[in-house]
T-cell receptor, first 116, second 113 residues
Framework: AQTVTQSQPEMSVQEAETVTLSCTYDTSENNYYLFWYKQPPSRQMILVIRQEAYKQQNATENRFSVNFQKAAKSFSLKISDSQLGDTAMYFCAFMKLPSGTYKYIFGTGTRLKVLA | SQTIHQWPATLVQPVGSPLSLECTVEGTSNPNLYWYRQAAGRGLQLLFYSVGIGQISSEVPQNLSASRPQDRQFILSSKKLLLSDSGFYLC????????????FGQGTRLTVV
């Protein structure tokens, strides 16, 4: 069974600085998707970024980028120029392909606080 | 555009009472539907998922059940709530053949007293 591990329960960063959140996963599959979701205090889960395992190029979305290391099964999220609105829980998630069930497996989350 | 509605937002129920949480999706057909529970320090635990009407898969044995009476409706139920059922419940949908990611509802905070 696939597992997702986020080893940093809490992190903090100064506004305008850069922070990296770690995620590792365990799978024997070769084709899969990885995601980072953000859950602000409102509790609404929002997709931040996704990465297809078959793509070597790391995904980027504005200030958010990932470092995908397939052999190491590592998928970290880098937030540049941190803003107060980035304060949230961040969840790493995995979905294998092909799959008739399309189950999303989540890590336990990292609580990020951006300090003014 | 697609939207997901989940209600109620908060619920306080006594031990032993029944539960019904509802989730509906608009703007898409034949979505995959999911119920997750979020507990502090445990991330999101997948409870049930459904790939079609009447097709429910349970991930963990528990005091809860799920049903999908219509294509875009997903219901989480319990006949008798336990204190341990307290938590934050999230409904989600996906259409992996269109986009791989899941989209979440606003969630329900359930407190069993």
């Amino acid at each position: 069974a696939q597992t997702v591990t986020q080893s940093q329960p809490e992190m903090s960063v100064q506004e305008a600085e850069t922070v990296t959140l770690s995620c590792t996963y365990d799978t024997s599959e070769n084709n899969y998707y990885l995601f980072w979701y953000k859950q602000p205090p409102s509790r609404q889960m929002i997709l931040v970024i996704r990465q297809e395992a078959y793509k070597q190029q790391n995904a980027t979305e504005n200030r958010f980028s990932v470092n995908f290391q397939k052999a190491a099964k590592s998928f970290s999220l880098k937030i540049s120029d941190s803003q107060l609105g980035d304060t949230a829980m961040y969840f790493c998630a995995f979905m294998k392909l092909p799959s008739g069930t399309y189950k999303y497996i989540f890590g336990t989350g990292t609580r990020l606080k951006v300090l003014a | 555009s697609q939207t997901i509605h989940q209600w109620p937002a908060t619920l306080v129920q006594p031990v032993g009472s029944p539960l019904s949480l509802e989730c509906t999706v608009e703007g898409t057909s034949n979505p995959n539907l999911y119920w997750y529970r979020q507990a502090a320090g445990r991330g999101l635990q997948l409870l049930f998922y459904s790939v079609g009407i009447g097709q429910i898969s349970s991930e963990v044995p528990q005091n809860l059940s799920a049903s999908r009476p219509q294509d875009r409706q997903f219901i989480l139920s319990s006949k008798k709530l336990l204190l341990s059922d307290s938590g934050f419940y999230l409904c989600a949908w996906s259409s992996p053949r269109v986009k791989p990611e899941a989209f979440f509802g606003q969630g329900t905070r359930l407190t069993v007293v």
